[in-house]
C-alpha cells in the first residue's frame, strides 16, 4: 500500500507521504537558506539542524493504521480520526529533543505550548486539544509510534538524528516553525514556494531623491522667514540621513519634530542599508491603522518606480487588520510579508513576534535582513511591554541582520531609565545588558530642530489653566472649545466617547466630522480626505468646524488645527496632538488644553488607568521638578515613562512577560503580550457585495475584505448581537441600521439607542 499524506478531496489530489516530506523538508531548508547571509554560521547550522529532523517527522502520524485507512477514502470528509502531530512530536521528546518536539506539536492549532509545563506533564506533547476527541495512552502511543517509525524507515531510508541542543531564543524557535507551517502548507498538493520579487533598493533610492528635490522645488517658494528657516531644516535633515548617518549601526534612535521630513529622511537612511547589506524587505511600523493609507501615498508617490503602478498592492503590502487563519481553504487571506515594502501595525508586528500560533507565525520567516521603521516608536507598545518588545529589537538587530530605526518627536529613552534596566536585567545585568541605540543625527542638527519646536504651539499645562478644564459635563466642555476659534480638534481617550461626541456635536448643528477605528479603512480614508480638504489653506478659510478623534489622529497624519483639545490620559498622547496643532506655524496664537470631564457617559478608559495618573500629577503636583511649559518633549514623555514604571503592578508585568519568553513559556506569552489591553477583535463586514461573497462560499481578497470591514471588540459584537457569517472564522455581518459610514462607525446603535 502506497502511504498517503493527503487525500483527493482535502487537496485536490492525492499526495504521497514519501513525496510531502521531500516537498517540505526540501521547501523548508530552501526557507532557512534564504537567510543564511543574515545569522552567524553556528546559529545558522543549529537552527538548520532541528529544521530539517521536524520537517521530516511533522506528519509522522499519519502514518497509523487509523489515519491511513480514512486519507484511502475517496469521500474523506472532516479531520482525521488520531492527531498525528502526537506521534512526531512524541518521537522527538523520548530521543531528549524537546524543542524539536515543541515545533512538531505545534504546527498545528493551538500551536508552540509553554516548554517547561509541558515537559512536566504524564505524557508530554500527547495531551488532548479538546476533551470529546481520541484519548490515548501510553501503549498506545508506544506502539502506534513504533509502527509508524517502522513504515517512515520504509518510506524515507532511515529516521532524522535528534539534535539536543538548545536554541539561543525563543524567537528562534517560532523562526522555525514559521518555516515548517509555510513549507508544509505550500506543499500540500505539490504547491511551490512564491518567488520573492526584487527590491530594486538602488532605483528605489534614485527615485526618493527626485521625489524630494521636486517637494523642495515647491517649498523654495515659501512666503515668510519663518517657512524658510524650517524648508532648511528640512533639507539638512534629508541631506543627513542620505550622505551622513552611519549605516553600519543597526539599532538606531531618530528624534524628529513634527514638519521637518522625517519619513522620507529616514527612508533614505534605510535605503541606502538595504542597498548595502543586500536586505530582503523594508518594514515600516506604525501605532495606529490611520497613518497606513497615508504612508502608502507618499511611498507610492516617493519610491514606487515607473513600470510598477499597475501592481503597487505587491510592492507594498498594507496591512490594516489582523487576518490570520489556519483553515485550509482561507489560507490566502492570511496576512504575508512577501512584498519588497510592508507597511504594517506595531499590534500585528509586535503580537507576531510575541505568537505561537502557526496562522500568525506563517510570515515571521520574512523578517531576518529586513530595515525596520518603527514610526512613532514612543507610542507602539504599553510601558508594561517595553522591556519584552527591546528584547526582540535587540535580538532583531544582532542576530537576525536587521537594521532598525526607531523614530519620533516626543522619544522616550526609557533604555537609560533606571527602573527599565532594572527590569532588564531581571538580576542579571552580565547575562541580560540593556543595548543602547546610536543616536542618527548629528548633535547640532538635532538642537536647532529642538528649538525650532519649542515656540511652534502654547501649551495650557499651568495648575491653573488644568484647573479651569474640569469640566462636570459634556455641554461646558463643548462650550469651552467652542468658544476657541477653530479649526479645532477634540481627543478622547475611546471610540464610544469620540463618537458619542461627535453625535453630541452634530446635535447642536456644529459642523464636525468624526475619525477612529470605529470606520472601515475605505470609509476612514474618505473622511481623511475631506479633514484634509478643509485644511488646506488654498480651499478658502472656514474655520469654524471641530474634528473628534481618539489617538487615531494625534500622530502621523498630515493635519494641522489652530486648536486642541486632549482628555488628560497620557503625557505622550498630549505631546502627539501637539504635532497636529499649527505644524507649519501658520496660525496666529494656537494653544492646546489638556482637560478632565467627569461626565458619567464617558468614563475614563481603563487602558490608560496609570498613565493618566501620571500625567496628571506631573501637570499639578510638579513631579518633574520645572515647568512642563518650555519643557523638552522627550524630558517629559521620559519622566512619565519612569513615573508609570515605578508603579508596582507595572513592574510585575514587565518581569512577568521578560520572564515568559526568555524560559520558551510561548502559550502563556501569547495570551498576556498585549500591545492593546481590550477585548479581542474581530472582523465585521459593512458592505452587502462581500457579505453575499462569504455566504456563496466565495472568498474575497485580502485588500476586499479589509477595505470593508471594521476591526471591533468582541464585546461589541455582543452588546449589537451581531451575527456570525456561516463558514467563516468568526467573521460577523454589521448591517446598514448598526453602521454609519459618515459620523458614528460601528457605534451608531449605541450612540442612538
Not at 526618493?208 to 539638512?236: F, M, P, T, W
Not at 496562522?359 to 517595553?386: M, N
Not at 470591514?709 to 441600521?737: Q, R
Request: charged share 25%.
Amino acid at each position: 500500500m502506497e502511504y498517503l499524506a493527503h487525500s483527493a478531496s482535502f487537496c485536490g489530489q492525492e499526495q504521497t507521504y514519501r513525496e510531502h516530506i521531500q516537498g517540505t523538508v526540501q521547501k523548508a531548508e530552501n526557507l532557512l537558506e534564504t537567510m543564511r547571509p543574515f545569522f552567524s554560521e553556528q546559529q545558522f547550522e543549529k537552527m538548520y539542524a532541528k529544521l530539517q529532523a521536524a520537517a521530516e517527522m511533522h506528519d509522522l502520524g499519519k502514518l497509523s493504521d487509523a489515519n491511513q485507512e480514512v486519507l484511502h477514502e475517496q469521500k474523506r470528509t472532516g479531520r482525521l480520526p488520531e492527531r498525528h502531530s502526537v506521534m512526531g512530536a512524541h518521537w522527538f521528546y523520548e530521543q531528549g529533543d524537546s524543542l524539536s518536539a515543541a515545533l512538531v506539536y505545534g504546527h498545528h492549532y493551538p500551536g508552540l505550548p509553554d516548554i517547561y509545563e509541558e515537559l512536566g506533564q504524564e505524557m508530554p506533547f500527547c495531551k488532548n486539544f479538546k476533551a470529546e476527541e481520541f484519548q490515548f495512552d501510553e501503549a498506545k502511543i508506544q506502539k502506534n509510534m513504533n509502527n509508524c517509525c517502522d513504515r517512515h524507515q520504509a518510506v524515507a531510508g532511515g529516521l532524522p538524528q535528534p539534535d539536543t541542543a538548545k536554541l539561543q531564543t525563543a524567537l528562534e524557535e517560532r523562526l522555525l516553525l514559521s518555516c515548517l507551517v509555510t513549507a508544509d502548507w505550500c506543499d500540500t498538493g505539490g504547491k511551490k514556494l512564491p518567488q520573492p520579487l526584487a527590491p530594486r533598493w538602488s532605483e528605489r533610492l534614485a527615485a526618493l531623491d527626485n521625489y524630494v528635490a521636486g517637494l523642495e522645488e515647491d517649498a523654495q517658494k515659501a512666503e515668510n522667514s519663518k517657512e524658510r528657516e524650517r524648508n532648511r531644516l528640512r533639507h539638512d535633515f534629508y541631506q543627513a540621513c542620505r550622505t551622513q548617518t552611519d549605516t553600519n549601526a543597526s539599532l538606531q534612535n531618530c528624534e524628529a519634530p513634527v514638519g521637518t521630513g522625517k519619513t522620507t529622511a529616514v527612508l533614505a537612511h534605510l535605503l541606502r542599508c538595504a542597498v548595502q547589506r543586500n536586505l530582503r524587505h523594508l518594514f515600516i511600523v506604525l501605532p495606529y491603522t490611520s497613518i497606513l493609507e497615508q504612508m502608502k501615498k507618499v511611498l507610492k508617490d516617493a519610491i514606487l518606480l515607473e513600470d510598477e503602478k499597475n501592481e503597487s498592492g505587491e510592492i507594498i503590502a498594507v496591512l490594516h487588520h489582523r487576518a490570520e487563519y489556519d483553515k485550509k481553504e482561507w489560507r490566502s487571506l492570511a496576512a504575508t510579508w512577501e512584498a519588497p515594502i510592508i507597511l504594517t501595525t506595531a499590534v500585528q508586528f509586535f503580537e507576531t513576534l510575541a505568537s505561537n500560533e502557526p496562522a500568525r507565525l506563517y510570515k515571521l520567516h520574512q523578517l531576518p535582513g529586513s530595515g525596520i521603521f518603527l514610526d512613532e516608536f514612543h507610542a507602539s507598545a504599553p510601558v508594561q511591554c517595553l522591556p519584552a518588545v527591546w528584547e526582540w529589537l535587540t535580538q532583531l538587530q544582532k542576530n537576525w541582520g536587521c537594521s532598525v530605526v526607531l523614530s519620533s518627536g516626543t522619544m522616550i529613552q526609557f533604555w537609560e531609565e533606571r527602573n527599565f534596566r532594572k527590569a532588564y536585567f531581571s538580576g542579571h545585568a552580565e547575562k541580560h545588558p540593556v543595548t543602547v541605540p546610536t543616536p542618527m543625527l548629528p548633535a547640532t542638527l538635532q538642537k536647532e530642530m529642538e528649538q525650532q519646536e519649542k515656540i511652534r504651539v502654547h501649551m495650557h499645562l499651568l495648575p491653573q489653566e488644568f484647573a479651569q478644564c474640569r469640566f462636570s459635563t459634556l455641554d461646558e466642555l463643548l462650550c469651552f472649545a467652542l468658544s476657541q476659534k477653530g479649526p479645532r480638534i477634540i481627543m478622547l481617550d475611546s471610540r464610544r466617547a469620540a463618537a458619542q461626541v461627535a453625535y453630541e456635536l452634530y446635535c447642536k448643528g456644529e459642523k464636525v466630522y468624526h475619525l477612529s477605528n470605529a470606520f472601515a479603512p475605505q470609509d476612514s480614508a474618505r473622511i481623511l480626505d475631506k479633514v484634509k480638504e478643509l485644511l488646506d489653506p488654498k480651499n478658502g478659510a472656514d474655520g469654524n468646524w471641530t474634528l473628534v478623534s481618539t489617538t487615531y489622529a494625534s500622530m502621523g497624519l498630515n493635519l494641522s488645527f489652530r486648536n486642541g483639545f486632549c482628555r488628560a490620559f497620557s503625557c505622550a498622547s498630549f505631546l502627539q496632538l501637539a504635532g497636529r496643532i499649527s505644524r507649519e506655524g501658520e496660525y496666529e496664537s494656537p494653544g492646546l488644553w489638556a482637560f478632565t470631564l467627569d461626565d458619567s457617559r464617558f468614563p475614563a478608559s481603563s487602558a490608560f488607568s496609570v498613565s493618566a495618573e501620571v500625567w496628571r500629577e506631573m501637570i499639578t503636583a510638579d513631579t518633574l521638578k520645572k515647568p512642563l511649559q518650555g519643557s523638552a518633549p522627550s524630558e517629559m514623555v521620559t519622566h512619565a515613562f519612569s513615573q508609570e514604571c515605578k508603579r508596582s503592578h507595572i513592574r510585575k508585568m514587565q518581569d512577568k512577560l521578560l520572564s515568559d519568553e526568555r524560559n520558551f513559556e510561548f502559550l502563556t506569552m501569547a495570551k498576556e503580550f498585549k500591545i492593546i489591553t481590550e477585548d479581542a477583535e474581530v472582523l465585521a463586514v459593512t458592505n452587502s457585495e462581500v457579505k453575499k461573497m462569504l455566504e456563496n462560499g466565495e472568498i474575497p481578497s485580502q485588500a476586499q475584505l479589509q477595505n470593508n470591514s471594521v476591526s471591533i471588540y468582541f464585546n461589541l459584537v455582543k452588546k449589537l448581537h451581531l451575527t456570525e457569517i456561516p463558514d467563516t472564522p468568526k467573521i460577523y455581518w454589521l448591517p446598514p441600521e448598526q453602521y454609519d459610514a459618515d459620523l458614528l462607525g460601528c457605534y451608531k446603535a449605541l450612540v442612538l439607542k
